[in-house]
């Protein structure tokens, strides 16, 4: 099993839609989770972070983490074309171990 | 003003030559990483440097050496490069070791 799962998708959505893109994890040792979404052809950029079970919001971006289920999930609320891109789910571990995995990313389109 | 820069954008080669990725930051970040993507966008974790100490060594072909003039630098060099090393190399920053960081736009490297 490998350590983080992400549906590549593609994912296709009106504007407006509600967007929910999650990840599995298998070691509980991992304690910081991150998101990061990436336009085609730049650099990944980080949206989100966050280390607690729990909701974090930012602006339209909520993401959630359930630590008993080991499930990350990215909500985006009232889409839009600009948040057409690839979303990465990252996760550290931090118990002696400085990497951080990155899940394969999920391509999102959102159609005008 | 860009966070992390990487030169050259794009390197066209050819099998067997010795080629050297720069990349600089000039955040006062502690930590720098090498990243590979590949051609399914699946980003893992290559190198990582904190303070200019090898932190992170993963398993890959030791054509590949990575080199820490100072915090603010990591370069990544490739001897006798082969077609498999085809892919967009990213460096990133982070002002600790949790990975959490700021990425460069990437450098495309296609090995013909």
């Known amino acids: 099993q490998k350590e983080v799962e992400q549906d590549p998708g593609p994912l296709s959505v009106p504007e407006g839609a509600i967007v929910s893109l999650n990840c599995t994890y298998s070691n509980s040792a991992f304690q910081y989770f991150m998101w990061y979404r990436q336009y085609s052809r730049k650099g990944p950029e980080l949206l989100m972070y966050t280390y607690s079970s729990g909701n974090k919001e930012d602006g339209r971006f909520t993401a959630q983490v359930d630590k008993s289920s080991k499930y990350i999930s990215l909500f985006i609320r009232d889409s839009q074309p600009s948040d057409s891109a690839t979303y990465l789910c990252a996760i550290f571990s931090g118990a002696g171990s400085y990497q951080l995995t990155f899940g394969k990313g999920t391509k999102l389109s959102v159609i005008p | 003003d860009t966070a992390v820069s990487q030169t050259p954008k794009y390197l066209v080669t050819q099998m067997g030559n010795d080629k050297s990725i720069k990349c600089e930051q000039n955040l006062g970040h502690d930590t720098m990483y090498w990243y590979k993507q590949d051609s399914k966008k699946f980003l893992k974790i290559m190198f990582s440097?904190?303070?200019?100490?090898?932190?992170i060594n993963e398993t890959v072909p030791n054509r590949f050496s990575p080199k820490s003039p100072d915090k603010a630098h990591l370069n990544l060099h490739i001897n006798s490069l082969e077609l498999g090393d085809s892919a967009v190399y990213f460096c990133a920053s982070s002002q600790d070791r949790r990975g959490h960081g700021f990425f460069g736009q990437g450098t495309r490297l296609t090995v013909v």
């Open positions: 440097y904190n303070n200019k100490e090898l932190i």
